[in-house]
């Protein structure tokens, strides 16, 4: 294997700290670097990235590497965060970790690292596999199906992916935890982070209020009838069971109530009862705003494998071609609470080919 100047994305986790011992082990030159990439707006968020920065510190420490120091922020909010509030105005569910990785872990810092640091390659703790076919760079999916990030990387192009290693792609959680642990690593039983994108673990609701002002209006049933008052549309995501505030009704069955609709013109949140009820339901979406790893689309129609959220056991779908140059997506299986604004990721076997944003659903 030939010798690499690689630069580790440190975060202060065990995944990105186990990347970094892996690659040492390797042979290659390897320091790390710590991406600022949000300015902390009150002492809660202070301690908890200054923490995040002394464990990535420790880390370095404990396997004789540097660690650089990167500030982003300014990137992020252009790049990432304008683009995650327009979308909740308009009525939608962003996904910012996508357009973080594609903006900021694989654009700004794999520039950095080239350009300032040396670097020929970068490398982060993402459960994701590499394969080459025909010259191209494969993105693969990760041995651990839980833990699999490839639905945040879609987006990557080849260029990026030609500059990155993701060395956790042939492990499990389990025997990374247990790599860290016996390389000493203090952090090794710290909790996986779950919040947003470099943004955190906080109350979300709170957080948004913050930058959207919140538009309280009526929640309706399919027919019209308001059975309740919704906070904000931003706040609720199709498919949503708790925090709705809708107690019993006499006229109505004991079955739970779920978030099925956003009538954003007016202000209107429409709710079902029933897991499955049939509004909640979709044959099939359009998707726009494509991106194909390979650089282009493959030939249409095409019979693949799709998730609409992170974690979905693969879907069986196909892709038909749509006027716009867009794409319609049909479902073998009718899928639950297809959110606008979210991705859809499309597979064939192990490689991730690409994705797309959810524009609309057909039922």
Request: aromatic share 8%; net charge positive; with cysteine.
């Given at each position: 294997m030939r010798r690499e100047r690689i630069i580790v994305g440190m975060s202060g986790g065990v995944d990105s700290s186990v990347a970094a011992l892996l690659l040492l082990e390797e042979g290659h030159e390897v320091e790390g670097l710590f991406m600022k990439n949000w300015e902390e707006d009150d002492a809660a968020d202070y301690c908890s990235a200054a923490a995040d920065l002394a464990d990535a510190q420790a880390v370095c420490d404990r396997l004789g590497i540097r660690l650089h120091r990167v500030n982003f922020s300014t990137e992020y909010w252009e790049r990432v965060f304008d683009y995650f509030l327009r979308e909740y105005r308009?009525?939608?569910?962003?996904?910012?970790?996508?357009?973080?990785?594609?903006?900021?872990k694989f654009k700004a810092f794999l520039e950095h690292a080239l350009d300032q640091l040396g670097a020929?390659?970068?490398?982060?703790?993402?459960?994701?596999?590499?394969?080459?076919?025909?010259?191209?760079c494969l993105l693969q999916r990760a041995q651990d199906e839980q833990k699999d990030q490839t639905y945040f990387l879609y987006m990557l192009g080849q260029r990026a992916l030609s500059h990155s290693r993701f060395p956790l792609g042939g492990l499990v959680k389990s025997q990374v935890r247990d790599l860290a642990g016996s390389a000493g690593f203090p952090n090794h039983r710290k909790k996986?982070?779950?919040g947003i994108c470099f943004i955190g673990e906080r109350k979300f609701r709170d957080f948004l209020s913050r930058y959207l002002p919140a538009n309280p209006g009526p929640i309706e049933d399919p027919h019209?009838?308001?059975?309740g008052e919704?906070?904000?549309?931003?706040?609720?995501?199709?498919?949503?069971?708790?925090g709705l505030g809708i107690g019993g009704r006499l006229e109505a069955a004991e079955a739970p109530w779920y978030v099925a609709a956003k009538d954003l013109r007016r202000n209107v949140l429409v709710a079902v009862q029933g897991h499955d009820h049939p509004l909640l339901l979709s044959q099939g979406l359009r998707v726009g705003q494509l991106h194909w790893v390979a650089g282009?689309?493959?030939?249409?129609?095409l019979s693949c494998e799709a998730r609409i959220r992170h974690r979905q056991a693969l879907q069986g779908c196909t892709l038909e071609p749509a006027r716009d140059g867009g794409c319609q997506v049909r479902f073998t299986t009718p899928q639950r609470a297809v959110a606008p604004g979210q991705s859809i990721v499309f597979y064939q076997g192990?490689?991730?080919l690409g994705g797309g944003t959810i524009e609309s659903t057909m039922r």
């Amino acid at each position: 294997m030939r010798r690499e100047r690689i630069i580790v994305g440190m975060s202060g986790g065990v995944d990105s700290s186990v990347a970094a011992l892996l690659l040492l082990e390797e042979g290659h030159e390897v320091e790390g670097l710590f991406m600022k990439n949000w300015e902390e707006d009150d002492a809660a968020d202070y301690c908890s990235a200054a923490a995040d920065l002394a464990d990535a510190q420790a880390v370095c420490d404990r396997l004789g590497i540097r660690l650089h120091r990167v500030n982003f922020s300014t990137e992020y909010w252009e790049r990432v965060f304008d683009y995650f509030l327009r979308e909740y105005r308009a009525g939608r569910t962003p996904n910012p970790d996508v357009l973080c990785n594609r903006k900021i872990k694989f654009k700004a810092f794999l520039e950095h690292a080239l350009d300032q640091l040396g670097a020929q390659a970068i490398a982060t703790g993402h459960y994701a596999r590499l394969g080459h076919q025909h010259g191209k760079c494969l993105l693969q999916r990760a041995q651990d199906e839980q833990k699999d990030q490839t639905y945040f990387l879609y987006m990557l192009g080849q260029r990026a992916l030609s500059h990155s290693r993701f060395p956790l792609g042939g492990l499990v959680k389990s025997q990374v935890r247990d790599l860290a642990g016996s390389a000493g690593f203090p952090n090794h039983r710290k909790k996986d982070s779950t919040g947003i994108c470099f943004i955190g673990e906080r109350k979300f609701r709170d957080f948004l209020s913050r930058y959207l002002p919140a538009n309280p209006g009526p929640i309706e049933d399919p027919h019209g009838h308001p059975i309740g008052e919704h906070q904000g549309l931003m706040y609720y995501t199709l498919g949503q069971r708790q925090g709705l505030g809708i107690g019993g009704r006499l006229e109505a069955a004991e079955a739970p109530w779920y978030v099925a609709a956003k009538d954003l013109r007016r202000n209107v949140l429409v709710a079902v009862q029933g897991h499955d009820h049939p509004l909640l339901l979709s044959q099939g979406l359009r998707v726009g705003q494509l991106h194909w790893v390979a650089g282009a689309m493959p030939p249409l129609p095409l019979s693949c494998e799709a998730r609409i959220r992170h974690r979905q056991a693969l879907q069986g779908c196909t892709l038909e071609p749509a006027r716009d140059g867009g794409c319609q997506v049909r479902f073998t299986t009718p899928q639950r609470a297809v959110a606008p604004g979210q991705s859809i990721v499309f597979y064939q076997g192990l490689n991730c080919l690409g994705g797309g944003t959810i524009e609309s659903t057909m039922r």
